[in-house]
């Protein structure tokens, strides 16, 4: 068990990105599916308005801070986080993993096409990487079970899942006790980064902590997501004092 901290109700792991990695390590040799969530300040923002979500966070067997955001705050809360994580780069860490013990993945969400141009990209960087199969994430409601169906006919030992959040941690969450994987995943828009849909910040933004700016440049549409920072940092200030 590693230790939490409480950021506004959601209780996350202090943990490195090596540390992550070692806990999923020992989630491949188990049997039942276990679920990894590495929320943001938005999705934070998300589980404060609303308390099943903020459950599912808390039900979930990792919780893995995810971005710079959720560092100021640990700095804040006078806990801080030993480093700063992103959840794409705890995906290539596993990625390393899963091609270094040729183990399977499967990569389920994004628009059509992108999930299967992920997967080689991935396999062109890990060719020993064992690729289960992938799906795209537009399904509709009363199509889930046949989804379900398929990923369990290969039973992948790893699972992505890149619906957005939080549609993606509801999906996990519910589907849990039927997936034949051993640890599930929400990545958000990790697989259209691997696609090349979308870029990956370069090196100034990520040293600079200013990827959440990067992304919101390339995707202004966001800005909605974005407006819940300046909250989040205030109701965090708020309880650091
Ligand atoms: N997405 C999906 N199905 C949906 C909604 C979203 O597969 O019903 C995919 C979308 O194509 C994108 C990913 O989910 O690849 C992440 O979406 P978004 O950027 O909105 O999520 P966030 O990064 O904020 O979690």
Not at 100 to 119: D, E, F, N, R
Not at 182 to 201: C, F, M, N, T, Y
């Amino acid at each position: 068990m590693t230790e939490k901290l409480d950021i506004l109700g959601v209780q996350v792991d202090k943990v490195t990105l090596e540390e992550a990695q070692d806990v999923v390590k020992g989630y491949l040799d188990g049997t039942q599916c276990k679920m990894i969530v590495t929320p943001n300040p938005e999705i934070i923002m998300d589980a404060v308005k609303d308390m099943a979500l903020m459950d599912i966070i808390n039900g979930a067997d990792l919780v893995i801070p995810d971005g710079i955001g959720l560092v100021y705050a640990s700095k804040i809360l006078k806990q801080p986080f030993k480093e700063r994580v992103t959840g794409i780069d705890f995906l290539e860490k596993m990625l390393e993993h899963l091609n270094h013990s040729q183990q399977t993945i499967y990569l389920l969400g994004s628009k059509p096409g992108v999930a299967k141009k992920a997967a080689e990209k991935m396999k062109e960087k890990y060719p020993k990487l064992r690729i289960a199969g992938t799906h795209h994430g537009y399904f509709k409601k009363e199509e889930e079970e046949a989804v379900i169906g398929e990923i369990n006919k290969v039973a992948p030992n790893f699972l992505c899942v890149a619906l957005g959040a939080p549609k993606q941690e509801a999906f996990i969450n519910q589907y849990k006790g039927s997936l034949k994987t051993k640890a599930a995943i929400g990545v958000g828009g990790s697989l259209d980064v691997w696609a090349g849909e979308l870029k990956r910040a370069p090196d100034f933004y990520k040293n600079n902590g200013l990827e959440w700016l990067y992304r919101f440049i390339q995707q202004p549409s966001r800005y909605k997501r974005l407006a819940a920072l300046p909250a989040f940092m205030i109701k965090i200030l708020i309880k650091g004092k």
